[in-house]
């Protein structure tokens, strides 16, 4: 049974950081692209980041310089460090792996999301 586990959300205010854990279980870690998506109420889930099997990384624009996606392949876990949070940073955010496969297809797996509120 696949499972990711998100952990470490909660509030913080403006310019605080947090930093974001997803355990993954079931698969075979290390050879999946691993990412960090959020969701803010009334919009659609966007990507923040996402971190290849290899290592490259890949941000959304409006997070870079602020959040590190990171990954250690021996504890199965990816991070994400957010610092100089904003309000609009404020989100659920969501663990996704996936492995893609020929044809188009892929097996991708999404985690239950951990809260994100930063205010004041």
């Known amino acids: 049974q696949v499972q990711l586990v998100e952990s470490g959300g909660g509030l913080v205010q403006p310019g605080g950081s947090l930093r974001l854990s997803c355990a993954a279980s079931?698969?075979?870690?290390?050879?999946?692209?691993m990412g960090w998506y959020r969701q803010a109420p009334g919009k659609p889930r966007e990507l923040v980041a996402r971190i290849i099997s290899g290592g490259n990384t890949d941000y959304a624009d409006s997070v870079k310089g602020r959040f590190t996606i990171s990954r250690d392949n021996a504890k199965n876990t990816v991070y994400l460090q957010m610092n100089s949070l904003k309000p609009e940073d404020t989100a659920v955010y969501y663990c996704?792996?996936?492995?893609?496969?020929?044809?188009?297809?892929?097996?991708?797996?999404w985690g239950k999301g951990t809260l994100v509120t930063v205010s004041t």
């Open positions: 079931g698969i075979i870690f290390s050879i999946y692209t």
């Open positions: 996704k792996s996936e492995l893609r496969l020929g044809s188009g297809n892929a097996i991708v797996y």
